[in-house]
């Protein structure tokens, strides 16, 4: 192996290591570690408690576990819902031809938008007594559906999920709608030739096509949600009683309500195994349907 | 003759039926940005009062206030400064990262890259005590190049990601034809490969331009001048300890919102071809 | 291309270098660090009379919102960046462990100095949030660490344009349980909203949690409880769950409000569109911004039993500690000294319409704010109890009172929780 170009090479990486290794790496250890101490964010002397943390975490933190279920709600609505009123957006602005900009445009404003606005917006539609949602209802004569949308905790949970897939549709719209557009249209005129007709050939081309491109909004869709917390907050604050935790909101609440950093690590670095579990099954399983 | 008035009458309902779901999307997607400017032309008194979605009276000089006492002139142009930079130096270093995952040879290169990969997925919780620490070590607390850096990193392995997924799929042929010519590699990166890749760079651009706009907790944390702070940190200030300002928030709201949608629109173009030829795979 | 950048870059960083003050001979500059952004008008102002009067330069810095202050002041612990003056927002635990590490000036002895002067012109309910007593649970040596800058008061408020509608006197507040669950009756009656505060926020469960049991069991058996003394299976506590329950099936609480923060409440009661409202002093000032005409007064939490008195939350709103290592500590005790003087404080009860700190400043404070101020014997605050409850009992009891509100737990399952949780946490302090 010839020395100056593999020096080269290294040079190609450099920058991108030196800032990944002093900002990512140095800060993830000193978490890695910590959360094997038990310390309040501000005494000088922490407490080592091995494994404490953990055990706490596995066999005594129900709430913890709740929180995962929840933000796994949240993600299987949002791989569900979301991810298929993008693909319709999308097939349905893919044979338009006139408007299609301006729809790109209008339906990416959502991820836009600060949560601060979307937060109040959807609040304001959905509060029980003055809401717009209820008012509505009661206009279409379904009165008896009007409900505290946000405070039940029958419907918190949904209703948080749902505002969350509206906020995000617009990412997997985009890359599905230039996936559609990737499709040459003689296929479709080959099948029509064929004597195929629309259901066909939404089956059988548009569909086996469309599934790597699928794979790839399922697993961005997937990390994406399940770090979710910021439009939690704005709308019900983890509340009823628990009913919209999730995982992000309870490292928060470990680190300042409780004042247990290390706890909160600990945490951390669980939820971040878990999200790794995850993605490595995802890909496994993806592979099959990837020409790689 | 029948069958083709039946198949025209399913034809144009259909398209209706679709005309129809999309406009109604595109509605409930307009309309928080029309109740936000909506409400920013009402006063503290009247903003939840007045319900609808057309003021009453139309109170513009919300936005000459919120400018002013937001002291948005500077902060404005520290949070342009800031996504410029940081946007830039992520083109920069993930480009020639992800071309050298993907072109070159070297030892550890898998594993390096798999360590970026299993960035993107493992989020630090309270990242910013650490950061902070060793930004005072450095020097660097309190001055906009630690800042910067600090951003770079955070969308970096995302950006090294698609970037090489891009250049992975393309063609060697014009690298090849580039280095017989006797390119040296910087060359066959800076001619060949990055105007290539313009479409993903595109994506690129828009998704960090996004995170760095809208950052302001760690500006908070590591910042302690105030000439040094984003606009996110100024639009705090109407957020008061007991009182929000509804009106001037919104006003900021917009104002905050403008530049990120105008980026967008000039980006559109591209980031529609990018995405059609750098993200997808297979 | 590339090259612009850079230099731009090196330009801005040289800049922001050049622009700080080099100067070795002027006299000290003080900083304090805030988040009270309602404030900061007026605190500029005083920092130039300040300057005007002494000579030295007050800097004060605003970093909002409160709890990005809080993670601000956290980490500029860690790097020993702490500012002249600061505040510590948190518990009293947070309180004690920046004091054990040294971070805060010990003011016992300027407080003390010229007969206690200083001590004397405070409102001691206010003094004492910041204090630490003889013998307390959290190690810290028995002194004031902190100055308050303000005193609130935790009340209850009905509006009185809602009380004539539903035929009530309005100058005639219920003082008692039963009567506030009879207008709770009358309100679904008339489908109106009840009470509302900020629920959704946990602390402001605690708070009311706490005011009733100091009425349903006294002062001292709560105390003994914290201390693990008593269990919370016990009758008295689960009676104190079961107001909620009953507020709940009574109609007098709002729709909604497990899940409503502080904000959305105070909008909704200053538009009219609730009777009562469970808030601080503070919400003065809010209301008059957003409704200047509401026509409401104060009441006290109405008593559910006789043998104890209700207690109220109250003491300091906001204080400010000097830190421990700052170079300028004299200088800043000082101006801390004047903020809270007679004068200063009066005018910022005027402009940002709280209760001052300081005794003599009470003449131009608007009736229903002194309205706040006027039971303060029966002020209470968690700092001044010497105990603290483990945080994670809280957060069960508070998250328990909301699954109570929306009918998914009985006071006495969640006495049963709350009372698991605490010994699990007795036992890992042994």
């Given at each position: 192996?010839?020395?100056?170009?593999?020096?080269?090479?290294?040079?190609?990486?450099?920058?991108?290591?030196?800032?990944?290794?002093?900002f990512?790496?140095?800060?993830?250890?000193?978490?890695?570690?910590?959360?094997?101490?038990?310390?309040?964010?501000?005494?000088?002397t922490?407490?080592?408690?091995?494994?404490?943390?953990?055990?706490?975490?596995?066999?005594q933190d129900?709430i913890?576990?709740?929180?995962?279920?929840?933000?796994?709600?949240?993600?299987?609505?949002?791989?569900?819902?979301?991810?298929a009123?993008a693909f319709l957006?999308a097939?349905?602005?893919?044979?338009?031809?006139r408007?299609?900009?301006?729809y790109r445009?209008?339906?990416?404003?959502?991820?836009?938008?600060?949560?601060?606005?979307?937060?109040?917006?959807?609040?304001?539609?959905?509060d029980?007594?003055?809401?717009?949602?209820?008012?509505?209802?009661?206009?279409?004569?379904?009165?008896?559906?009007?409900r505290?949308?946000?405070?039940?905790?029958?419907?918190a949970l949904?209703?948080?999920?749902?505002?969350h897939?509206?906020?995000?549709?617009?990412w997997?719209?985009?890359?599905?709608?230039?996936?559609l557009?990737?499709?040459?249209?003689?296929?479709?005129?080959?099948?029509?030739?064929?004597?195929?007709?629309?259901?066909?050939?939404?089956?059988?081309?548009?569909?086996?096509l469309?599934?790597?491109?699928?794979v790839l909004v399922?697993?961005?869709?997937?990390?994406?949600?399940?770090?979710?917390f910021?439009?939690?907050?704005?709308?019900?604050?983890g509340g009823?009683?628990?009913?919209t935790q999730?995982?992000?909101?309870?490292?928060?609440?470990?680190?300042?309500g409780?004042?247990?950093?290390?706890?909160?690590?600990?945490?951390?670095?669980?939820?971040?195994?878990?999200?790794?579990?995850?993605?490595?099954?995802q890909?496994?399983?993806s592979?099959?349907?990837?020409?790689? | 003759?029948?069958?083709?008035?039946?198949?025209r009458?399913?034809?144009?309902?259909?398209?209706?039926?679709?005309h129809?779901?999309?406009?109604?999307?595109?509605?409930?997607?307009?309309?928080?940005?029309?109740?936000?400017?909506?409400s920013?032309?009402?006063?503290?008194?009247?903003?939840?009062?007045?319900?609808?979605?057309?003021?009453?009276e139309?109170?513009?000089?919300?936005?000459?206030l919120?400018?002013?006492?937001?002291?948005?002139?500077?902060?404005?142009?520290?949070?342009i400064?800031?996504?410029?930079?940081?946007v830039?130096?992520?083109?920069?270093?993930?480009?020639l990262?992800?071309?050298?995952?993907?072109?070159?040879?070297?030892?550890?290169?898998?594993l390096?890259f798999?360590?970026?990969?299993?960035?993107?997925?493992?989020?630090?919780?309270?990242?910013?005590?650490?950061?902070?620490?060793?930004l005072?070590?450095?020097?660097?607390?309190?001055?906009?190049?630690?800042?910067?850096?600090c951003?770079?990193?955070?969308?970096?392995?995302?950006?090294?990601f698609?970037?090489?997924?891009?250049?992975?799929?393309?063609?060697?042929?014009?690298?090849?034809?580039?280095?017989?010519?006797?390119?040296?590699?910087?060359?066959?990166?800076?001619?060949?490969?990055?105007?290539?890749?313009?479409?993903?760079?595109a994506v690129?651009v828009?998704?960090?331009?996004l995170?760095?706009?809208?950052?302001?907790?760690?500006?908070?944390?590591?910042f302690?001048?105030?000439?040094?702070?984003?606009?996110?940190?100024?639009?705090?200030?109407?957020?008061?300890?007991?009182?929000?300002?509804?009106?001037?928030?919104?006003a900021?709201?917009?104002?905050?919102?403008?530049?990120?949608i105008?980026?967008?629109?000039?980006?559109?173009?591209y980031?529609?071809?990018?995405?059609?030829?750098?993200?997808?795979?297979? | 291309?590339?090259?612009?950048?850079?230099?731009?870059?090196?330009?801005?960083?040289?800049?922001?270098?050049?622009?700080?003050?080099?100067?070795?001979?002027?006299?000290?500059?003080?900083?304090?660090?805030?988040?009270?952004?309602?404030?900061?008008?007026?605190?500029?102002?005083?920092?130039?009379?300040?300057?005007?009067?002494?000579?030295?330069?007050?800097?004060?810095?605003?970093?909002?919102?409160s709890?990005?202050?809080?993670?601000?002041?956290?980490?500029?612990?860690?790097?020993?960046?702490?500012?002249?003056?600061?505040?510590?927002?948190?518990?009293?635990?947070?309180f004690a462990?920046?004091?054990?590490?040294?971070?805060i000036?010990?003011?016992?002895?300027?407080?003390?100095?010229?007969?206690?002067?200083?001590?004397?012109?405070l409102?001691?309910?206010?003094?004492?949030?910041?204090?630490?007593?003889?013998?307390?649970?959290?190690?810290?040596?028995?002194?004031?660490?902190?100055?308050p800058?303000?005193?609130?008061?935790?009340?209850?408020?009905?509006?009185?344009?809602?009380?004539?509608e539903l035929?009530?006197?309005?100058?005639?507040?219920?003082?008692?349980?039963?009567e506030?669950?009879?207008?709770?009756?009358?309100?679904?009656?008339?489908?109106?909203?009840?009470?509302v505060?900020?629920?959704?926020?946990?602390?402001?469960i605690?708070?009311?949690?706490?005011?009733?049991?100091f009425?349903?069991?006294?002062e001292?058996?709560f105390?003994?409880t914290?201390?693990?003394?008593?269990?919370?299976?016990?009758?008295?506590?689960v009676?104190?769950?079961?107001?909620?329950?009953?507020?709940?099936?009574s109609?007098?609480?709002?729709?909604?409000?497990?899940?409503?923060?502080?904000?959305?409440?105070?909008?909704?009661?200053?538009?009219?569109?609730?009777?009562?409202?469970?808030?601080?002093?503070?919400?003065?000032?809010?209301?008059?911004g957003?409704?200047?005409?509401?026509?409401?007064?104060?009441?006290?939490?109405?008593?559910?039993?006789?043998?104890?008195?209700?207690?109220?939350?109250?003491?300091?709103?906001?204080?400010?500690?000097?830190?421990?290592?700052?170079?300028?500590?004299?200088?800043?005790?000082?101006f801390?000294?004047?903020?809270?003087?007679?004068?200063?404080?009066?005018?910022?009860?005027?402009?940002?319409?709280?209760?001052?700190?300081?005794?003599?400043?009470?003449?131009?404070i608007?009736?229903?704010?002194?309205?706040?101020?006027?039971?303060?014997d029966l002020?209470?605050?968690?700092?001044?109890?010497?105990?603290?409850?483990?945080p994670?009992?809280?957060?069960?009891?508070?998250?328990?009172?909301?699954?109570?509100?929306?009918?998914?737990?009985?006071?006495?399952?969640?006495?049963?929780?709350?009372?698991?949780?605490k010994e699990?946490e007795?036992?890992?302090?042994?």
């Amino acid at each position: 192996m010839k020395i100056k170009p593999t020096l080269e090479n290294y040079m190609f990486v450099l920058p991108a290591v030196l800032i990944f290794a002093v900002f990512y790496i140095i800060p993830f250890i000193w978490v890695f570690q910590l959360g094997l101490f038990q310390w309040d964010g501000i005494s000088p002397t922490r407490v080592f408690v091995g494994l404490g943390n953990f055990k706490e975490i596995l066999f005594q933190d129900k709430i913890w576990w709740q929180s995962m279920r929840q933000a796994g709600y949240i993600t299987f609505i949002a791989l569900t819902f979301q991810n298929a009123l993008a693909f319709l957006l999308a097939w349905a602005c893919a044979r338009e031809i006139r408007l299609k900009n301006f729809y790109r445009l209008i339906f990416f404003i959502p991820p836009v938008l600060s949560e601060v606005v979307v937060g109040l917006v959807w609040q304001w539609i959905l509060d029980g007594h003055y809401g717009l949602l209820n008012n509505w209802l009661a206009q279409l004569g379904f009165a008896n559906l009007a409900r505290n949308w946000l405070s039940n905790p029958e419907t918190a949970l949904t209703t948080v999920a749902i505002a969350h897939s509206w906020k995000g549709f617009g990412w997997g719209f985009l890359i599905f709608l230039a996936g559609l557009q990737t499709i040459p249209r003689e296929y479709y005129e080959a099948a029509r030739v064929d004597g195929a007709n629309a259901w066909h050939c939404f089956k059988s081309i548009t569909v086996p096509l469309m599934i790597p491109i699928a794979v790839l909004v399922g697993i961005l869709t997937i990390l994406g949600t399940m770090q979710a917390f910021v439009l939690i907050i704005a709308m019900t604050e983890g509340g009823p009683a628990y009913h919209t935790q999730v995982p992000v909101l309870r490292i928060l609440a470990s680190m300042r309500g409780s004042s247990r950093f290390g706890y909160a690590c600990a945490q951390g670095i669980t939820f971040g195994m878990i999200l790794v579990i995850i993605s490595f099954i995802q890909y496994r399983f993806s592979r099959q349907y990837r020409r790689i | 003759m029948k069958a083709e008035i039946y198949h025209r009458i399913k034809r144009t309902t259909l398209n209706l039926l679709i005309h129809l779901f999309l406009i109604i999307v595109a509605l409930t997607c307009i309309f928080p940005l029309l109740w936000m400017v909506s409400s920013s032309l009402k006063t503290q008194e009247t903003v939840f009062k007045d319900m609808s979605l057309i003021p009453e009276e139309f109170h513009f000089e919300n936005y000459c206030l919120a400018w002013q006492e937001g002291g948005f002139g500077r902060y404005f142009l520290n949070s342009i400064f800031y996504t410029v930079c940081v946007v830039l130096g992520i083109v920069l270093v993930s480009s020639l990262a992800a071309y050298a995952f993907s072109r070159l040879r070297f030892l550890g290169k898998n594993l390096l890259f798999f360590m970026f990969i299993a960035a993107m997925m493992i989020p630090i919780p309270g990242s910013f005590v650490p950061l902070y620490v060793l930004l005072n070590k450095l020097h660097l607390r309190d001055t906009a190049l630690g800042y910067i850096l600090c951003m770079i990193n955070v969308g970096l392995a995302t950006s090294i990601f698609m970037l090489k997924t891009f250049f992975d799929k393309l063609p060697q042929d014009l690298e090849d034809a580039a280095k017989i010519d006797g390119c040296s590699k910087l060359g066959i990166w800076w001619h060949v490969a990055l105007p290539l890749a313009r479409p993903v760079l595109a994506v690129v651009v828009i998704f960090n331009a996004l995170i760095v706009w809208n950052e302001y907790v760690l500006a908070l944390v590591i910042f302690d001048s105030k000439a040094l702070m984003p606009l996110q940190v100024a639009l705090m200030s109407f957020r008061g300890e007991f009182i929000t300002r509804y009106p001037l928030l919104m006003a900021g709201l917009t104002i905050t919102a403008l530049p990120i949608i105008i980026l967008y629109i000039l980006m559109e173009k591209y980031i529609n071809k990018g995405v059609t030829e750098g993200v997808l795979v297979g | 291309m590339r090259c612009i950048f850079v230099v731009l870059n090196f330009i801005f960083i040289f800049s922001g270098c050049a622009s700080k003050p080099t100067a070795v001979e002027a006299p000290p500059t003080i900083t304090v660090w805030h988040w009270m952004t309602d404030r900061e008008p007026a605190f500029q102002k005083l920092a130039k009379d300040y300057q005007a009067q002494s000579g030295i330069k007050v800097n004060f810095e605003l970093y909002a919102p409160s709890d990005a202050y809080s993670q601000k002041i956290r980490v500029a612990a860690q790097g020993e960046n702490l500012p002249d003056v600061f505040g510590i927002l948190g518990e009293t635990r947070d309180f004690a462990a920046f004091i054990k590490a040294g971070h805060i000036l010990d003011l016992t002895p300027y407080m003390d100095a010229h007969s206690g002067a200083w001590r004397n012109s405070l409102f001691n309910k206010a003094l004492a949030v910041n204090e630490f007593r003889e013998a307390n649970s959290y190690g810290v040596s028995a002194g004031v660490y902190g100055v308050p800058l303000d005193v609130t008061t935790i009340q209850m408020l009905y509006n009185k344009d809602l009380f004539i509608e539903l035929g009530l006197d309005p100058e005639k507040p219920p003082l008692t349980f039963k009567e506030f669950l009879e207008i709770g009756k009358k309100i679904e009656q008339a489908d109106m909203q009840g009470l509302v505060s900020g629920w959704g926020e946990t602390w402001m469960i605690d708070c009311l949690v706490t005011n009733y049991a100091f009425n349903v069991m006294g002062e001292d058996k709560f105390l003994a409880t914290i201390r693990g003394e008593v269990l919370y299976t016990d009758p008295d506590w689960v009676r104190v769950f079961t107001i909620f329950k009953e507020m709940q099936e009574s109609g007098v609480l709002a729709g909604g409000i497990v899940t409503m923060i502080n904000k959305v409440a105070e909008q909704l009661f200053a538009n009219n569109k609730a009777v009562f409202a469970f808030n601080g002093s503070w919400c003065v000032n809010v209301y008059k911004g957003m409704n200047p005409n509401l026509n409401y007064a104060a009441m006290l939490p109405p008593k559910v039993a006789d043998e104890y008195p209700i207690a109220i939350w109250g003491g300091a709103g906001s204080s400010f500690m000097v830190n421990a290592r700052s170079k300028n500590k004299e200088q800043a005790v000082e101006f801390l000294k004047w903020l809270t003087a007679e004068k200063q404080q009066a005018y910022l009860a005027e402009a940002t319409m709280n209760l001052p700190a300081n005794k003599e400043s009470l003449e131009k404070i608007p009736g229903i704010l002194l309205q706040f101020g006027d039971d303060m014997d029966l002020v209470t605050h968690p700092n001044t109890w010497g105990v603290s409850e483990f945080p994670l009992v809280i957060e069960a009891i508070d998250r328990g009172i909301q699954s109570i509100i929306i009918g998914e737990k009985t006071p006495e399952e969640l006495a049963r929780e709350v009372q698991e949780i605490k010994e699990r946490e007795l036992a890992k302090k042994r």
